[in-house]
């Protein structure tokens, strides 16, 4: 490969380190901080969606400081300089904490879906601490056996990183590439998809029957923010995720037609840039689980039993609305009553009167 391509890569590898680490380790920080905040005018932010973004924060920062700094220092020397041993262990943990982020992501869908849609399963979820232990057995599990026999780990496309092996035609190998496709991409894929569109469907029932004219403007605000992030969450998965996996496969096939022109081809640069990409999904997580997350990037309103104040202030008053409990519940952990919207006169009388929200 020639020489600016390595200098192209190690600039790739820089900028998503530096900004992979950084906004990840705001949204730890974020999150941390905001766990031990006990004003009444924050939600309470330490639920188990939040711990689950907090977990996918943890992997990504993994990735984009020990996930990338081998390769920038292997691109600078244009080769691998670590050992096979390494490559090994740098190819397994990368395996390891890039699935058990990918599985928190469909499992954050799936979580949020089940609640959204007022299932009774989600009822039987069990606690934050054991379902991210749970995620990470699993990716463990997928991401383990080379270690073992069952595939292999070697260097990959310019030879400056490593994983799993895709040119081998022996079945040892290809039942593993298969095993690790099917339970470490498509699997991910169909719950977001499902869970995603189940929310969506949900959510544009609720909000076009005659019944709910009322809310329709908080249930389509909703809406819309929950179709952004949808459209966003697969997007996203996909630009960075079926490139690489599309030119692993390419790899398995043209591997199993012996065409080595091809596969020179496909391990040179532009078979490579796939890679980046992949390796790029750090740096969208913090921006949409930021940004389109109002229990982090919000004041929240202020939770009670059976209603919740929102308060919407300015410099000479404030205005007053008492919502019911919505089964929307704008993207947090929605409760399982119905939503009605309307206007509280004794509340909005004391509004009117004190200074300050309730």
């Known amino acids: 490969m020639e020489e600016h391509w390595y200098d192209l890569i190690t600039g790739v590898l820089t900028a998503i380190a530096v900004f992979g680490s950084a906004a990840n380790l705001a949204v730890i920080f974020m999150i941390a901080r905001n766990k031990k905040l006990s004003r009444p005018v924050l939600v309470q932010l330490w639920n188990r969606q939040c711990i689950l973004i907090m977990n996918v924060a943890c992997a990504d920062f993994i990735l984009a400081t020990f996930g990338i700094f081998m390769p ?4 600078v020397h244009r ?20 699935i058990a982020s990918e599985t928190t992501l469909a499992f954050l869908a799936l979580d949020r879906a089940l609640k959204i849609c ?39 496309g310019p030879g400056i990183s490593c994983s799993v092996d895709w040119q081998s035609t022996s079945w040892n190998s290809m039942s593993y590439i298969i ?7 498509l699997a991910q894929i169909f719950v977001m998809l499902i869970s995603y569109l189940r929310i969506y469907f949900t959510i544009h029932q609720a909000s076009s029957t005659e019944s709910n004219r009322q809310r329709y403007t908080v249930a389509e605000r909703a809406e819309r923010r929950v179709a952004c992030m949808l459209t966003l969450m697969v997007i996203c998965y996909l630009f960075a995720w079926l490139p690489y996996t599309t030119v692993s496969i390419a790899k398995v096939w043209e591997a199993l037609m012996g065409n080595s022109e091809k596969l020179t081809e496909l391990n040179g640069i532009y078979g490579y840039l796939p890679a980046l990409l992949a390796k790029s999904s750090i740096t969208y997580n913090p921006v949409i689980y930021v940004l389109f997350n109002t229990q982090i990037c919000r004041k929240g309103p202020n939770y009670s039993s059976n209603q919740v104040n929102v308060g919407e202030t300015n410099k000479t008053q404030i205005q007053h609305v008492t919502v019911h409990q919505t089964d929307i519940g704008l993207l947090s952990n929605p409760p399982s009553q119905s939503v009605t919207l309307q206007m509280d006169p004794v509340s909005a009388e004391n509004a009117r009167q004190s200074p300050t929200a309730q």
């Open 72 to 75: 920038l220092v292997s691109s």
């Open 179 to 185: 095993f690790l496709f099917t339970m470490g991409f």
């Open 79 to 98: 080769q691998w300089i670590f050992g096979d041993l390494a490559c090994s262990i740098y190819a397994f943990v990368t395996t390891l904490v890039g």
């Open 118 to 156: 007022q299932s009774n399963w989600s009822l039987r979820i069990p606690k934050s601490g054991l379902v991210i232990i749970i995620l990470w057995i699993y990716s463990f599990l997928v991401s383990c056996p080379p270690l073992f026999g069952w595939g292999e780990f070697v260097q990959e």
